[in-house]
């Protein structure tokens, strides 16, 4: 019994885990609420284009169920008061390893582009977005492109 209890709970942690982490897209996908709502297209120059690292807003889901699972597994170690050491330390290691697996899962790298429109928005005509690095949409110092802002964010997008 102890056996199956293990691995209903490493698969459960594992379904959780695999369901909360972040999908950045890229500039050429839509999310479901992005269809059909309006949005702004601005044409203008690249002039610069920085590498960054984008960061998930939900790095607690990945410490909350490694130390759920760590705790289960480590109570089933040990007996009488023993058992609530074993299910702490079990807790606290697997609330950090699972900390670093959702960072390493939800970090991706990204691109600062500043894009020189050529007609001014908002009284400027420099306007910078933050999106994920794309192989199927090259953005380069020079390039032509399309800006397209809406409710949802704004995107650089190959002209």
């Known amino acids: 019994m102890k056996a199956t209890s293990i691995l209903t709970i490493g698969c459960a942690a594992i379904a959780l885990s695999i369901t909360s982490c972040t999908n950045f897209g890229s500039p050429n996908a ?32 990945g410490t909350g169920i490694g130390a759920v699972a ?5 109570a089933m170690f040990g007996g009488g008061n023993a058992k609530f050491a074993t299910a702490a330390g079990g807790a606290i290691l697997g609330g950090i390893a699972g900390n670093q697996i959702d960072k390493a899962v939800n970090n991706t790298t990204g691109e600062r582009i ?46």
């Open 70 to 74: 760590g705790g289960l597994t480590g």
């Open 114 to 159: 500043t894009v020189r429109l050529d007609q001014k928005r908002n009284g400027t005509r420099n306007y910078t977005v933050v999106q994920v690095a794309s192989k199927n949409n090259p953005i380069q110092v020079g390039q032509r492109v399309r800006v397209i802002i809406g409710n949802s964010g704004s995107r650089v997008l190959a002209y």
């Open 30 to 61: 839509y999310n479901l609420n992005e269809i059909g709502g309006a949005q702004e297209t601005y044409t203008g120059t690249v002039t610069s284009v920085e590498n960054v690292k984008i960061q998930a807003n939900n790095a607690n889901a």
